[in-house]
């Protein structure tokens, strides 16, 4: 039934805080195989949009539908057992576990339905030790298996982030600027491997970031929003070649890699 319909779609999306209109009249799509950027200066509404998208606030007009199923009053939690994941920041508690425990106690929690006590408390086992290298060696991380989260180099920090996420076996991941604070070499692995996965697990991505490179590099179609609205929607080229979007960006270079600016 599901396949013809979109991964996401968003129809009419508003939100409004006390008189400030973050968001307005937002409508866009996301497919399978899908790795599409939303970008826009501070305070366009990207972060509003994503809080919407995942039932962590509420619209104040419009839909979000998940494969035809509309989430728009949905819970957090609702969303996340339909397929929307999100990668966050791995809480203070993960990080004196090891690596490996981490994914495989997403596993437990989403195959299970819930966190169980033993899980909570370290006793793993061998419960989805197995699926959980499986996720290491796809994310490249399985060399840093046993180590202590907290003993990660940073890079790898954001990949287990993302090994995480894909723990929740989401059919549409959510990603707020997943390169941020990276080295450059590390952010372009971080892409790369982020586009593979969409290939390999025939999943959608949509992902904000404000590194340029990025997205005009690895974004399969980018959105632009400007003060709540969308200006421009298109291919990386397409969106960087449009007058709106360079007014929009004007004097700040953002466009342009260091070698193509003027
Ligand atoms: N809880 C809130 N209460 C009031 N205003 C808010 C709230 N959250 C966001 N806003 C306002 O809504 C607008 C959009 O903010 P939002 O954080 O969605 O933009 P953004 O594109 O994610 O920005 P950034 O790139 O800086 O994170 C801004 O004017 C912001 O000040």
Redesign the pocket.
């Given at each position: 039934m599901s396949a013809q319909l979109p991964l996401l779609s968003v129809e009419s999306l508003s939100k409004s805080?006390?008189g400030?209109h973050?968001?307005r009249g937002v409508s866009f799509q996301v497919q399978r195989g899908e790795l599409l950027a939303m970008i826009?200066?501070?305070?366009?509404?990207?972060?509003?949009?994503f809080n919407m998208m995942n039932g962590q606030i509420r619209p104040s007009a419009g839909r979000v539908m998940i494969e035809g199923v509309d989430t728009t009053h949905y819970s957090p939690q609702k969303i996340f057992r339909l397929g929307v994941g999100r990668t966050f920041q791995i809480a203070e508690t993960y990080l004196s576990m090891t690596v490996r425990e981490n994914v495989q106690m997403v596993l437990q929690s989403h195959r299970k339905g819930g966190l169980s006590l033993s899980a909570f408390f370290g006793r793993l086992g061998a419960l989805y030790r197995d699926d959980a290298m499986a996720l290491l060696a796809l994310i490249g991380l399985d060399h840093q298996a046993e180590r202590l989260c907290r003993e990660l180099p940073y890079g790898d920090v954001k990949r287990l982030e993302l090994a995480i996420a894909l723990a929740g076996e989401p059919k549409l991941l959510l990603m707020d600027e997943p390169a941020a604070g990276m080295a450059a070499k590390e952010r372009v692995a971080l892409m790369e491997l982020t586009a593979k996965v969409v290939r390999e697990r025939h999943i959608g991505v949509l992902f904000?970031e404000?590194d340029m490179d990025i997205v005009f590099e690895h974004a399969t179609r980018v959105i632009v929003?400007n003060r709540?609205e969308i200006i421009a929607t298109g291919t990386p080229n397409a969106v960087r070649a449009d007058p709106q979007v360079q007014a929009v960006y004007l004097g700040s270079g953002a466009l342009y890699s260091h070698g193509e600016a003027h």
């Open positions: 805080y006390q400030v973050a968001v826009g200066p501070n305070g366009a509404g990207k972060s509003s949009c904000t404000h929003l709540g």
